[in-house]
């Protein structure tokens, strides 16, 4: 009878190493800026030689690609569950808004790496503009948006503009965080914000 293989421990210690890496990235990131992520200064982090990192990724630009990825993914599995499970699309925005705020409260030092990354102009660097990652989360938005103007609980208005706000909103809820706000607070307020300017003058 034929068995299922299983991993080879290398694997698992391979990828408990890139995490390490990219967790030492983020630190990084946070504190110096993408100038100051260099593979000197990440692999001090992570307490490992240089070459563990040139083993595990091929370049600077791959370990910040990687990084990136990993915060969507935490995202993702953190927030997007409280959003498919809304009850209307008020609901969903409210939850995305909220989620995403009480999300990035709790990876704050992801969130001050992830904005690092995205305001660089460092050759290793994607801007946000060119990730799949987000053309995938604003095209979720939007749908969230357009569905609600379906059901007629939302007003009319460019989804766009509308989706483009929020996102412009939560960017600024990064820096207030890191400064110390309430994230319970900051999320209802933003949720409120939001509400009031989709919602349905028949509402």
């Known amino acids: 009878m034929a068995t299922t293989p299983t991993a080879k421990p290398s694997t698992f210690i391979q990828e408990k190493r890139r995490r390490q890496l990219v967790d030492a990235t983020i630190t990084v990131l946070a504190e110096t800026g993408v100038a100051g992520a260099t593979f000197v200064a990440i692999a001090a982090r992570a307490g490992v030689s240089r070459g563990v ?11 910040l690609d990687a990084v990136v990825v990993h915060i969507y993914s935490l995202g993702r599995d953190e927030v997007e569950s ?16 909220t989620g995403s705020i009480a999300f990035y409260a709790r990876h704050i030092h992801e969130m001050i790496a992830l904005s690092a990354i995205y305001r660089s102009d460092d050759v290793d660097t994607v801007g ?10 604003m095209a979720k938005l ?7 103007q379906r059901a ?3 007003r009319r208005f460019d989804v766009d503009v509308m989706a483009a706000s929020i996102r412009a909103v939560l960017d600024s809820a990064i820096g207030q965080l890191a ?5 319970t607070r900051l999320g ?12 349905s003058e028949t509402s």
């Open 179 to 183: 400064g110390g706000a309430d994230p």
């Open 128 to 137: 946000r503009g060119d990730r799949g990652e987000h053309s995938a989360e």
């Open 188 to 199: 209802r307020e933003i949720g409120n914000l939001f509400d009031a300017a989709t919602r």
């Open 152 to 154: 007629r609980e939302f």
């Open 82 to 97: 409280s959003v498919r499970g809304a009850s209307s699309p008020a609901a969903a925005i409210r939850a995305m808004i």
């Open 142 to 148: 939007t749908a969230i948006l357009r569905r609600g």
């Open 53 to 63: 990192i040139n083993y595990h990724f091929a370049d600077r630009a791959a370990l």
